[in-house]
């Protein structure tokens, strides 16, 4: 898959719009395919974009922007209520949604039950 991904420290000269591994959807997961989304400049100095839930320092690269909208392309085992293919659309949760390549959300998280599904 396609992604822009932030590689170092700096602002929009530092993105990157390369291939990146498919993140696999376990569990209540479910894999966005996004159509659109947006990057804002406070993500470039924002903590979450560059630490973990417990403080340490998120590896590079980071995917950058967190509202976003596209269809669910993949569910994990538990994922019963959303369907590939259903219209979705949402702020994440900056801390717990990145992979390496993609948006995967855990359905069960209030971001997602309800607001994401269109």
Do not use: N
């Not at 376990?26 to 470039?44: D, H, M, N, R």
């Amino acid at each position: 898959m396609k992604a822009i991904r932030l590689h170092q420290l700096g602002g929009p000269e530092s993105l990157r719009y390369e291939d990146a591994p498919k993140p696999i959807p376990k569990g209540s997961q479910v894999l966005v395919q996004v159509y659109a989304t947006a990057i804002t400049p406070t993500e470039f100095d924002w903590y979450p974009t560059f630490h973990t839930p417990e403080g340490g320092m998120r590896p590079f690269p980071i995917i950058l922007g967190h509202e976003f909208s596209g269809v669910v392309e993949a569910v994990g085992s538990d994922c019963t209520d959303v369907q590939v293919g259903d219209p979705i659309y949402g702020l994440s949760d900056w801390f717990y949604r990145r992979s390496s390549g993609g948006i995967l959300l855990d359905h069960s998280c209030q971001h997602c039950t309800k607001a994401c599904h269109a």
